[in-house]
Nanobody, 127 residues
Framework: QVQLVESGGGLVQAGGSLRLSCAAS????????LGWFRQAPGKEREFVAA???????????YYTDSVKGRFTISRDNAKNTVYLQMNSLKPEDTAVYYC?????????????????WGQGTQVTVSS
């Protein structure tokens, strides 16, 4: 069993930055794909970013178009932690952000393919 705990959310003005952290316990995830998703009020959960660990694609990153160039996903295997650095934040980035671990195959973009989820952390960007 893997437990994920997010932190780092908060209230920030448009144009500001936040760094989200997701610490894993129960199993090392160095060989798993890690992802960040978000869900805004009244909207469906959406993919934000992923960092792959599959054969032939280790270390590759994937982002939804709306965050490319502003968000960066990274991992520290020694700390069993994944990060999401968010710069140039916009009000439309306001959401609950979730980290997730995908231990098996399937699309990086599909939340249903992820096996473990954190409890979420709120990010609010004011205009």
């Amino acid at each position: 069993q893997v437990q994920l705990v997010e932190s780092g959310g908060g209230l920030v003005q448009a144009g500001g930055s936040l760094r989200l952290s997701c610490a894993a316990s129960g199993r090392t995830f160095s060989s798993y794909t890690l992802g960040w998703f978000r869900q805004a009020p009244g909207k469906e959960r959406e993919f934000v970013a992923a960092l792959s660990s599959g054969a032939g694609s280790i270390g590759r990153t994937y982002y939804t178009d709306s965050v490319k160039g502003r968000f960066t996903i990274s991992r520290d295997n020694a700390k069993n932690t994944v990060y999401l650095q968010m710069n140039s934040l916009k009000p439309e980035d306001t959401a609950v952000y979730y980290c997730a671990v995908k231990a098996s195959g399937g699309s990086f973009y599909d939340g249903l393919r992820y096996d473990y989820w954190g409890q979420g952390t709120q990010v609010t960007v004011s205009s």
